[in-house]
């Protein structure tokens, strides 16, 4: 069966610095990946996915993430991280199922 | 307008009674999806439906009830709250979630006295 693990329930990086938020994923057929971003008392909003095609997957508000093979990962970085990204980021996987297995978050805060 | 919304957006119950939270979403998306999110425990499946008239249970089904008659609708009801039903839960629909992902609604937020 699928499965999501996030490195780090909390992650804090100062503004302007790299954000990277580790995922990994286990899965026995190529998978398809998705990192989610959750506001304060909102729902949960795409902001990237990784179905086939290039390993390098830009999404919105500057982030992106790479799907990795080798290392079962989809990693999601920023160059430079801004206090409106201070928000929890799920990632998820899907193995061409109807439904998505979702991580259990990082919570980002952004430093000052 | 077009999207998904859950109503109401605040719930207090008290232990017991029955409740119902709404979802509905405006794109005929055949799948449908509910979660609650806690705290050290992410978001847990609660039922699904992959069309009208067909669900299927998830992960933490038990003490929860859905139906779904229109392809646009999928209620959640609680049929005696429990306080342990205090979270947040979320509704989503997609066409294809291994390919599109979900879209989620804003979420309706129960707490049980």
């Known amino acids: 069966a699928q499965s999501v693990t996030q490195l780090g329930s909390h992650v804090s990086v100062s503004e302007g610095a790299l954000v990277l938020l580790r995922c990994n994923y286990s899965?026995?057929?190529?998978?398809?990946l998705f990192w989610y971003v959750q506001y304060p008392n909102q729902g949960l909003q795409l902001l990237l996915k990784?179905?086939?095609?290039?390993?390098l997957v830009k999404g919105i508000n500057g982030f992106e993430a790479e799907f990795k093979k080798s290392e079962t990962s989809f990693h999601l970085t920023k160059p430079s991280a801004h206090m409106s990204d201070a928000a929890e980021y799920f990632c998820?996987?899907?193995?061409?199922?109807?439904?998505?297995?979702f991580g259990k978050g990082t919570r980002l805060h952004i430093l000052p | 307008d077009a999207g998904i919304t859950q109503s109401p957006r605040y719930k207090i119950t008290e232990t017991g009674r029955q409740v119902t939270l709404m979802c509905h979403q405006t794109?005929?998306?055949?799948?449908m999806f509910w979660y609650r999110q806690d705290l050290g425990h992410g978001l847990r499946l609660i039922y699904y439906?992959?069309?009208?008239?067909?669900?299927d249970k998830g992960e933490v089904p038990d003490g929860y009830v859905v139906s779904r008659s229109k392809t646009e609708n999928f209620p959640l009801t609680l049929e005696s709250a429990t306080r342990s039903q205090t979270s947040v839960y979320f509704c989503?629909?997609?066409?294809?979630?291994?390919?599109?992902?979900?879209?989620f609604g804003s979420g309706t937020r129960l707490t049980v006295v």
């Open positions: 899965s026995s057929v190529p998978p398809y």
């Open positions: 794109w005929s998306h055949s799948y």
């Open positions: 998820a996987v899907s193995i061409r199922d109807d439904k998505i297995i």
């Open positions: 439906s992959a069309a009208a008239d067909i669900t």
């Open positions: 990784y179905t086939t095609g290039a390993t």
């Open positions: 989503a629909s997609s066409e294809r979630p291994d390919l599109y992902g979900y879209t």
